[in-house]
Structures are given as structure tokens and as C-alpha cells.
């Protein structure tokens, strides 16, 4: 079965200061990977995924994903926060048998970024 | 590319009246459609899958006859709220994907509040 785990629920940093947002996850199957952003009452939008390609991800804005398989581990950093990068962050695992697809959600970590 | 609309992005109606949400892929064809429920401060939770022409799959402890699901065309799926009621006040969010696509687009969310 698959689960994913945020670790922090909330997140602060000073704006031009880096952004480390934690997620891990357990799969069965060889995992593809994702994180996504939320602004306040809106969709969410893909910042980058992981599907066995290259272990490190660029995403858009600046952000990027380790994919470390022997901790498990799918951290979103940014190297400088942006005020606009205020807003909850969702990392997911997908069930990656043919037809199925699912994504399993973790709980998010809302960010904010301090002036 | 890759987007996703929803319409309304906001209604309001009285106890007992039925709501439809619209789901539409703009720029590509979406053969497998996703019905989501967020409450306030929490994560994304999957309501049912629909795939074109078929009928939608649905999670545990979703009323089938309630949350009405139609995915007529590639390009379109609806959610009909029946008979709603203050407690299917939510945030109301699609998702699609592709011909074999793993990854999900999600619309910018329709708000429901029954009063």
C-alpha cells in the first residue's frame, strides 16, 4: 500500500531565505512521485514530479525534489523564498499499476513566508 | 497546456436544491476524471473516479446517489449535488488525466454553501 507523510504542518521562513518542506512515503511498487502548491481558494497546480527518470527534479519557480530511495524520502526545496510562495504544499504518491492512478494525498504543510 | 476549468467557481443555493459542477480538459482529452472534496484547512479527499463512457468508481462512504457523476465526453464530467444539504458545504475539486497519463490536472475549484 501506498502512504505519504508530511512532516511539518507549518513552515515559516524569511523571504530570501531557503525553503525546505518534508515529505516521505511508502509504496509496494516502485513510486511516482509529486508536489503540488495551493494557493488560498484556488486549484492545485503541479510544481514537478518524480517517475523514475533522474532522482533530483526541477520543478517550476525555483522549486526542486530529491527523490532518495534508501530514506524514503521526496524533500521540495527552494534555494530563496519569494513572498508569492505563501501557500499550502501537498506531496503525493500515485499508484502507479496500469488503470489505476490513484493519488494518495499527504496532509500538506502550509508555508509562509515572513517579510 | 494541461488545463482544467470548473464551473461555478462559487454557488450558494437553499437546503433540498440540486447543484451541477462542471468539469472541462480545455486543451487535451481526458479520459479518466476525478471527483475531490477538501474541508477547510485539510487535505484533498478523493470522492470517485469516472472514465469516459463508463460509470464512476466510488470511494468508501460516498453516497452514490448523491454525488452524481456523468463523464460524457473527453472532455467533460459533472458533479450533481442532490438534494444538498448544509453538511455537502465544501470545496469541490475536479482533476484529469490523460490517455495513460499519470499525472492529474486540477481545475481551480467550484465552493458550495448550502444554507
Known amino acids: ?115 | 497546456g494541461a488545463v482544467v476549468s470548473q464551473h461555478p467557481s462559487r454557488v450558494i443555493c437553499k437546503s433540498g436544491t440540486s447543484v451541477k459542477i462542471e468539469c472541462r480538459s480545455l486543451d487535451f482529452q481526458a479520459t479518466t476524471m476525478f471527483w475531490y472534496r477538501q474541508f477547510p484547512k485539510q487535505s484533498l479527499m478523493l470522492m470517485a473516479t469516472s472514465n469516459e463512457g463508463s460509470k464512476a468508481t466510488y470511494e468508501q462512504g460516498v453516497e452514490k446517489d448523491k454525488f452524481l457523476i456523468n463523464h460524457a465526453s473527453l472532455t467533460l464530467s459533472t458533479l450533481t449535488v442532490t438534494s444538498a444539504h448544509p453538511e455537502d458545504s465544501s470545496f469541490y475539486i475536479c482533476s484529469a488525466s490523460d490517455r495513460g497519463g499519470e499525472t492529474q490536472y486540477f481545475g481551480p475549484g467550484t465552493r458550495l454553501l448550502v444554507l
Not at chain 1, 6 to 15: A, K, N, P, R
Not at chain 1, 56 to 66: Q, T
Not at chain 1, 77 to 100: I, L, Q
Request: glycine share 6%; with cysteine; aromatic share 12%.
Open chain 1, 1 to 115: 500500500a501506498q502512504s505519504v507523510t508530511q512532516l511539518d504542518s507549518h513552515v515559516s521562513v524569511s523571504e530570501g531565505t531557503p525553503v525546505l518542506l518534508r515529505c516521505n512515503y511508502s509504496s509496494s511498487y516502485s513510486p511516482s512521485l509529486f508536489w503540488y502548491v495551493q494557493h488560498p481558494n484556488k486549484g492545485l497546480q503541479l510544481l514537478l514530479k518524480y517517475t523514475s527518470a533522474a532522482t533530483l527534479v526541477k520543478g517550476i519557480n525555483g522549486f526542486e525534489a530529491e527523490f532518495k530511495k534508501s530514506e524514503t524520502s521526496f524533500h521540495l526545496t527552494k534555494p530563496s523564498a519569494h513572498m508569492s510562495d505563501a501557500a499550502e504544499y501537498f506531496c503525493v504518491v500515485s499508484d502507479p499499476r496500469p488503470g489505476t492512478y490513484k493519488y494518495i494525498f499527504g496532509t500538506g504543510t502550509r508555508l509562509k513566508v515572513l517579510a
